[in-house]
T-cell receptor
Framework: GQQLNQSPQSMFIQEGEDVSMNCTSSSIFNTWLWYKQEPGEGPVLLIALYKAGELTSNGRLTAQFGITRKDSFLNISASIPSDVGIYFCAGPNSGGSNYKLTFGKGTLLTVNP | DAGVIQSPRHEVTEMGQEVTLRCKPISGHNSLFWYRQTMMRGLELLIYFNNNVPIDDSGMPEDRFSAKMPNASFSTLKIQPSEPRDSAVYFC???????????FGEGSRLTVL
């Protein structure tokens, strides 16, 4: 089946630093989604990307849909302590079952104040 | 507006007992998903309902797992009998648009002793 590889697995950064994480796949995706999960909560959608090459921002977050459609990255600028959490990339499976999302294993972000 | 509501938030039970997890999706959403999250396997789709009808239950691990959606505002996931390897966080999610814009509940953390 389709797999999404996220890197890095974890990051420890100082408040104020910029963060970059990415997600790659051996298969083409037509949609890329980035979710954030805080401790004890469910994942929350941050950004959705629908077009190859698309660059979308949501506040301090910026995500891009790779032109090969096999990768995406998420950047966080000027990190703050509340950015702590696990960031997941996800995309719908191909072949008609577009309700079935494949999730990456996540990038755990820790921000030291 | 209320989000996806799950209950209980935490459940501790003994092996062999029946467990019932409950979910109220966001009003107006026509798709409902049950996911399981573990450290080893990440987020896995268990079952997907569309308009209250189970469409894909291929992710349900065994016959011990069953899910129902008797109406548009309620779903249950039942495990009978439960086993220690069922320990995980179970998420319910709903959506109106396919291709990934899922809204997750806060999850039910299940511990089977």
């Amino acid at each position: 089946g389709q797999q999404l590889n996220q890197s890095p697995q974890s990051m420890f950064i100082q408040e104020g630093e910029d963060v970059s994480m990415n997600c790659t796949s051996s298969s083409i995706f037509n949609t890329w989604l980035w979710y954030k999960q805080e401790p004890g909560e469910g994942p929350v959608l941050l950004i959705a990307l629908y077009k190859a090459g698309e660059l979308t921002s949501n506040g301090r977050l910026t995500a891009q849909f790779g032109i090969t459609r096999k990768d995406s990255f998420l950047n966080i600028s000027a990190s703050i302590p509340s950015d702590v959490g696990i960031y997941f990339c996800a995309g719908p499976n191909s072949g008609g079952s577009n309700y079935k999302l494949t999730f990456g294993k996540g990038t755990l972000l820790t921000v030291n104040p | 507006d209320a989000g996806v509501i799950q209950s209980p938030r935490h459940e501790v039970t003994e092996m062999g007992q029946e467990v019932t997890l409950r979910c109220k999706p966001i009003s107006g959403h026509n798709s409902l998903f049950w996911y399981r999250q573990t450290m080893m396997r990440g987020l896995e789709l268990l079952i997907y309902f569309n308009n209250n009808v189970p469409i894909d239950d291929s992710g349900m691990p065994e016959d011990r797992f069953s899910a129902k959606m008797p109406n548009a505002s309620f779903s249950t996931l039942k495990i009978q009998p439960s086993e220690p390897r069922d320990s995980a966080v179970y998420f319910c999610a709903s959506s109106l648009v396919l291709a990934g814009e899922l809204f997750f509940g806060e999850g039910s953390r299940l511990t089977v002793l």
